[in-house]
């Protein structure tokens, strides 16, 4: 007897989460949760229920996944009329149609637990997908398995406090499943297994949460934990015995039962291959295979240098992507927007004398003379990112994570070559890093020098702790002192601070650029809180506030670390322009207002000095971080296109945006 593909069907409340997202990321992507469903079984049905004149920016993705769009108009007396109608959509479903088992439900409103509860007194298996932020845990305990929309979006928060408590309770979870099978008999256990019973046991349990593709290479990094035994070509778990001597996670190595002591030791620690794993994610790498990814990048060097200029970016991905479904081949233009901002990020291709743009004609860079020197130019952002991050370079895992073929090292040198004649890396005692005069070349930055010269001032105590633990643990303490006392938890970042750039410096194992820049960002967000919310120093303040935009990019790890600062910073940065001239903005309402707000009443103020404030301040960002300000635009553009108040700050955007003339281009 075959086995049968999972049937399931797919039930959307939009609008809960599409608002989450725009509040949070400025935006919403559905096709990487798509995908994920795609991976469990065959979607028979997949329904998005919300206002579609609110959200009509988002059809065209919606097709491309082909979701069938529930038309629910908004009136106030109706505000529930969404979720009614979709339960009673779910439990027709359930009655009328056996052959579909799992159902999944998307959203954070906790009115769902009670569908959910319904479904599974159908026998029916529910999952549930939904922002951590926002989601009831109601509706997670009702789930059989719940995951966190951040996770399937490539959004995890990497070294923070809640992956940290996320990873404790893991281990715990994990210990507890193994004594309760243990008490039955049940172990050694299979690893299928083991997972069911620990979601069984914490429905939000999730690998992918830690940074791990799979619960195997989980396992792995709990070998302090577990003992992993292989047989008949399966892999079973059991509780460690007592008295064994335990490793740090941080620093486990697989313990496959199908690998030698040698090459054990030649292996590097699954810390440093989670996190080329983890920015290979954050790059949107993950959206496509290897094959498909050669194949579209192979594509889109014939296409523009047969036609240069004859394409823009949007009508060159929309030609392939017509193409690829005339040929039978599912190819998202998401996806393919993803391969391409590839080698947008390496500068592969040129705008002429315009602005880069989606809809801006596009050549070929004038250095790129070959189809394998754009895939080479495109492939290497990865590399680049890994040494901006501040990772020792393997060439061999990079190579099995880039192309899934660790022999292919020398791919992987060539990548290192290339970067260094651009001079984009350089080399220095063996070891790669980015250009620049100081120890932490970011630091080369002016906008970032105040901060690190802060920094550089801190006086340690002789015998205080040191290590990237000892900045964990002061950065945790800082994230509950922030909603309490600016001031405090800004002392403690910037100790922090010192600690982990003293371990970069050093190159203490496992200290890392990227967490330094991190534990800055931090400090440089709560310190422009102090000045401005506290001290009422507004002008000030203004530095911080930009050195925290300068490292939290579009295209950084920092930026999925720190989404959901970026609104409320923005929307505070602008309405200091207001308060630095003594102007009374309480009206606007800033403990909730989203940027696009804000800017529209500084644009639309009565007070002429106000209005200049505001776009000097913006030009300033726009130096820094231009494509925040195109998010706002386009948020704008969006969702108050027939309120003329809000165009005027989105043109006043776009004209600044314009006269800096940073090259940015919208995935």
């Known amino acids: 007897m075959t086995d049968q593909i999972e049937q399931i069907a797919v039930f959307i409340d939009f609008e809960n989460i599409a608002r989450w997202a725009e509040e949070v990321f400025l935006d919403f992507e559905l096709t990487p949760v798509i995908e994920h469903l795609q991976s469990r079984g065959a979607l028979v049905i997949k329904r998005a229920y919300g206002d579609w004149s609110r959200f009509s920016h988002y059809r065209d993705e919606m097709m491309e996944n082909a979701i069938d769009l529930i038309q629910m108009y908004s009136v106030r007396a109706g505000k529930n009329r969404?979720?009614?109608?979709?339960?009673?959509?779910?439990?027709e479903t359930a009655m009328t149609r056996p052959h579909i088992h799992t159902f999944v439900i998307i959203s954070g409103d906790s009115d769902f637990g009670a569908l959910v509860s319904k479904l599974r007194e159908y026998g029916k298996y529910t999952l549930g997908i939904g922002p951590r932020q926002i989601t009831h845990r109601l509706l997670v305990k009702s789930c059989d398995e719940f995951v966190y929309l951040e996770t399937l979006l490539g959004e995890n928060a990497g070294v923070s406090e809640q992956t940290a408590t996320d990873m404790q309770a893991g281990r715990s979870l994990l210990r507890k499943a193994l004594r309760a099978l243990g008490q039955r008999g049940e172990t050694p256990v299979s690893t299928a297994r083991l997972r069911q019973t620990m979601i069984s046991m914490d429905p939000t349990f999730n690998e992918a949460n830690f940074g791990f593709r799979q619960f195997k290479e989980w396992l792995e990094a709990n070998v302090d934990v577990v003992d992993l035994h292989k047989q008949d070509f399966r892999l079973y778990v059991s509780l460690k015995e007592a008295g064994k001597s335990e490793v740090s996670p941080s620093m486990a190595v697989p313990a496959?039962?199908?690998?030698?002591?040698?090459?054990?030791?030649?292996?590097?620690?699954?810390?440093?291959?989670?996190?080329?794993r983890q920015i290979f994610s954050r790059l949107k790498m993950t959206a496509a295979d290897?094959?498909?990814?050669?194949?579209?990048l192979r594509d889109i060097y014939r296409e523009l240098s047969e036609h240069p200029g004859e394409y823009t970016t949007d009508s060159l991905l929309e030609t392939l992507r017509e193409r690829y479904e005339?040929?039978?081949?599912?190819?998202?233009?998401?996806?393919?927007?993803?391969?391409?901002?590839?080698?947008?990020?390496?500068?592969?291709?040129?705008?002429?004398?315009?602005?880069?743009?989606?809809?801006?004609?596009?050549?070929?860079?004038?250095?790129?003379?070959?189809?394998?020197?754009?895939?080479?130019?495109?492939?290497?952002?990865?590399?680049?990112?890994?040494?901006?991050?501040?990772?020792?370079?393997?060439v061999e895992e990079l190579a099995a994570v880039l192309i899934n073929d660790r022999e292919q090292a020398d791919y992987i040198q060539t990548l290192l070559v290339e970067l260094e004649a651009r001079d984009l890396i350089t080399k220095e005692d063996e070891r790669y890093r980015?250009?620049?005069?100081?120890?932490?070349?970011?630091?080369?930055?002016?906008?970032l020098r105040r901060i690190c010269r802060e920094i550089e001032q801190v006086q340690l105590p002789e015998k205080a702790a040191r290590g990237p633990e000892k900045a964990f643990n002061l950065a945790k303490r800082a994230m509950i002192q922030r909603s309490q006392d600016f001031s405090a938890s800004a002392h403690s970042y910037l100790y922090a601070c010192r600690i982990q750039w003293d371990a970069v410096i050093s190159q203490n194992p496992g200290a890392t650029l990227e967490d330094l820049r991190w534990l800055i960002a931090s400090y440089a967000s709560v310190k422009a809180g102090e000045l401005?919310?506290?001290?009422?120093?507004?002008?000030?303040?203004?530095?911080?506030?930009?050195?925290f935009f300068a490292l939290v990019q579009e295209d950084d790890p920092l930026w999925s670390r720190m989404r959901g600062l970026i609104n409320p910073m923005l929307a505070y940065y602008w309405a200091n322009a207001g308060r630095e001239l003594g102007i009374d903005v309480s009206s606007w309402n800033l403990s909730s207002a989203l940027p696009a707000q804000v800017a529209m009443h500084a644009v639309n103020h009565e007070n002429a000095e106000l209005v200049a404030g505001w776009r000097q301040r913006t030009s300033d960002l726009a130096e820094v971080n231009p494509v925040?300000?195109?998010?706002?635009?386009?948020?704008?553009?969006?969702?108050?296109?027939?309120?003329?108040?809000?165009?005027?700050?989105a043109d006043a955007i776009q004209s600044i945006l314009e006269e800096v003339q940073r090259p940015v281009l919208l995935v």
Not at 82 to 91: E, K
Not at 290 to 296: G, H, K, L, W
Not at 434 to 441: D, N
């Open 532 to 547: 401005s919310q506290v001290d009422k120093n507004y002008s000030q303040s203004r530095g911080y506030y930009l050195a």
């Open 290 to 296: 290897f094959t498909t990814r050669r194949d579209v």
């Open 256 to 276: 496959s039962a199908s690998t030698s002591p040698t090459q054990k030791k030649l292996e590097p620690p699954i810390d440093l291959r989670t996190q080329y």
């Open 628 to 649: 925040v300000l195109y998010r706002v635009v386009e948020q704008i553009r969006h969702n108050y296109a027939e309120q003329p108040a809000y165009l005027r700050a």
């Open 434 to 447: 980015l250009p620049g005069h100081s120890a932490i070349p970011f630091c080369d930055q002016p906008v």
């Open 326 to 394: 005339m040929q039978g081949i599912g190819r998202s233009k998401t996806m393919l927007r993803h391969i391409w901002q590839m080698g947008f990020r390496q500068r592969a291709f040129d705008y002429g004398e315009q602005s880069a743009s989606v809809r801006t004609p596009v050549w070929l860079a004038p250095d790129i003379d070959s189809e394998s020197a754009f895939v080479r130019r495109a492939e290497s952002g990865f590399v680049y990112a890994v040494i901006h991050a501040g990772l020792d370079v393997d």
């Open 82 to 91: 969404a979720d009614i109608r979709m339960a009673m959509d779910a439990l």
